[in-house]
Structures are given as structure tokens and as C-alpha cells.
């Protein structure tokens, strides 16, 4: 069956980073893109970042643009989302999908506060 399990949230200062990981199984990984999302109390979940199948392509959110990285290994199945400069609007839960199904990791928590 489709798995997806983030890992790597916490608690973080204002400036300070995470690297987030989303381990991927039960379907072929390397033919789908991937996305980050997030979702805070009472917010609709957005998309932060994304990923193409092979890594050539990505995109962002103009909130993160510039202070996030999304990458892939496709090899070990996993996608990543590196976390620089983070705000306390950044707070959120974190969830890892592919992007052209319904298909959803179970989140991980980032909070950012002084």
C-alpha cells in the first residue's frame, strides 16, 4: 500500500533550519512529482514546494521562495525540503504528497518560535 512518512519537524528559532524528509513506498516513486505542503491551525493547507519526477523542475510558494529547497532522491526514494531562514509563519504542519493523486503522508510538526 501507498506510504508516505515525513520526519525531521521540531522545535526551531526564528533564522534557524530543518531538514524535513518524506520516506515513500508502495508505488513507483521516480514516475510521480512530489510536494511539500502545509497547514496551520485554522488555515487552508497550501503548497509550499514542488518537485518534477526526475528533480529537473521545481517551484514555490512566494512565501518561501528563496529560503526553501525542495530535492529528491529517487534512489532512495525520498524527498527532502530544506528549511532556511524560518519564520514563525513557517509554524505549521508539514505534509509530504504526491502531487497528481490523493496520496498523503500523516504530517510532521514545525515550530518556529523564539
Known amino acids: 500500500q501507498v506510504q508516505l512518512v515525513e520526519s525531521g519537524g521540531g522545535l526551531v528559532q526564528p533564522g534557524g533550519s530543518l531538514r524535513l524528509s518524506c520516506a515513500a513506498s508502495?508505488?513507483?516513486?521516480?514516475?510521480?512529482?512530489m510536494g511539500w505542503y502545509r497547514q496551520a491551525p485554522g488555515k487552508e493547507r497550501e503548497l509550499v514546494a514542488f518537485?518534477?519526477?526526475?528533480?529537473?523542475?521545481?517551484n514555490y510558494a512566494d512565501s518561501v521562495k528563496g529560503r526553501f529547497t525542495i530535492s529528491r532522491d529517487n534512489a532512495k526514494k525520498t524527498v527532502y525540503l530544506q528549511m532556511n531562514s524560518l519564520k514563525p509563519e513557517d509554524t505549521a504542519v508539514y505534509y509530504c504528497?504526491?502531487?497528481?493523486?490523493?496520496?498523503w503522508g500523516q504530517g510532521t510538526q514545525v515550530t518556529v518560535s523564539s
Open positions: 518537485i518534477s519526477s526526475t528533480g529537473g523542475s521545481t
Open positions: 508502495g508505488f513507483t516513486f521516480s514516475s510521480y512529482a
Open positions: 504528497k504526491v502531487t497528481s493523486r490523493n496520496y
